[in-house]
């Protein structure tokens, strides 16, 4: 039986290295035939701003590892409305390539329909 | 339904104001760590969800007292609510 | 019923780590399995047999070395986030030419597909972080 599994993404990226972690694990479990779905919510929404540039701070993209996520069968991440409207954030101004962001109003809802949960 | 775990003081981070908005009817909030500190705003009166249940020892260690709305838990209890409930949620940023 | 954790947090710099312990010895106490505890971000660094705690402090080390005897508990320290964070076994640190190594005995060091099986393989999935 496969589970269904959900990857709750609250952190920004850079700050601190828990979102390129998360990824990472979403990944490599993905790459296991154990695909994730993602709710980006809380600062976790700032990871889908366009055009980050964080090669000033020595770091790489995080923005590689959104787009290869539908490479792993990772078909779309759910965006929680309310921490983009707390942000001042319009979810037409994000995107991410080919990873389709599908705007979520009551994640309590959505956080029902999992097996699992890992926090990021 | 799920177990919500939060473990930061709603004074210094967003986790259990990011949880409560992901709170579902059915669902149930267990605080622990720093988590433990709700118990000293507004959550004492009158709390957000039902049922909030609180790590007893997370408590005692901070010197705080756990209301008549909150439910105290041991270890014992905590890995019951984990086991009653799912999924479980952290919520520790 | 089978549990696996997941720690994300270093050892004596927030309760995280300490709460892992507690939880997984209450879990075990009650009669359940714990299936793997996977340790991950700074949590690597609770797989580091260099540390050495005040004696009158709680030895975390020491603790999930002696669950982990007791229990034949599977201890797996994800790989990649070791190597950044230099936490190396014998191989590790021959392979990469570092001059040490430092994984403590009872843990090893796997990829991150062990968290994925775990996931898999259990009926519950705790996190600890923060």
């Known amino acids: ?120 | 339904m799920s177990l919500h775990i939060v473990s930061k003081s709603p004074f210094s981070s967003t986790a259990l104001s990011d949880c409560l908005d992901a709170f579902a009817e059915g669902d149930a909030l267990l605080l622990i760590e720093d988590g433990v500190y709700a118990l000293s705003g507004r959550m004492s009166e009158r709390p957000a969800v039902q049922p909030v249940y609180c790590l007893a020892a997370d408590a005692a260690a901070r010197g705080l007292q756990i209301p008549d709305s909150v439910t105290a838990v041991d270890d014992a209890g905590w890995v019951a609510l984990c086991a009653e409930h799912n999924p479980v949620v952290s919520w520790f940023k | 019923m089978k549990f696996s954790l997941a720690v994300y947090s270093a050892p004596h710099s927030s309760q995280a780590a300490a709460s892992a312990l507690r939880f997984a010895r209450a879990l075990l106490r009650e009669g359940h399995q714990l299936y793997r505890v996977f340790f991950y971000c700074d949590g690597v660094h609770n797989g580091s047999s260099l540390s050495a705690p005040p004696q009158d402090e709680t030895d975390l080390l020491a603790g999930w070395q002696a669950l982990q005897q007791q229990h034949q508990l599977d201890l797996v320290v994800c790989i990649a986030a070791a190597q950044r964070r230099g936490v190396l076994s014998d191989s590790e640190a021959s392979r990469l030419e570092k001059p040490a190594a430092n994984l403590a005995a009872g843990f090893e060091l796997a990829g991150l597909g062990q968290l994925a099986d775990a996931v898999a393989q259990s009926d519950r999935l705790v996190t600890f972080g923060g």
Do not use: H, W
């Not at chain 1, 589970?3 to 979403?26: M, T």
């Not at chain 1, 964080?54 to 792993?72: C, D, E, T, V």
């Open chain 1, 1 to 120: 039986m496969t589970k269904r599994i959900l990857a709750l993404c609250r952190q920004a990226p850079y700050g601190n290295a828990l979102a390129r972690e998360g990824l990472e694990a979403v990944l490599a479990a993905a790459a296991m035939d154990q695909v994730a779905d993602l709710l980006f919510c809380g600062d976790g929404v700032f990871q889908l701003l366009p055009e980050q540039s964080p090669a000033g701070i020595g770091q790489k993209s995080l923005q590689r590892n959104l787009q290869a996520l539908p490479l792993f069968g990772v078909e779309q991440a759910y965006v929680c409305t309310k921490s983009l409207a707390q942000r001042g954030l319009d979810l037409e101004a994000l995107s991410q390539g080919q990873l389709p962001l599908v705007p979520v109003d009551d994640s309590a809802a959505l956080i029902a329909t999992y097996d699992s949960v890992l926090s990021f």
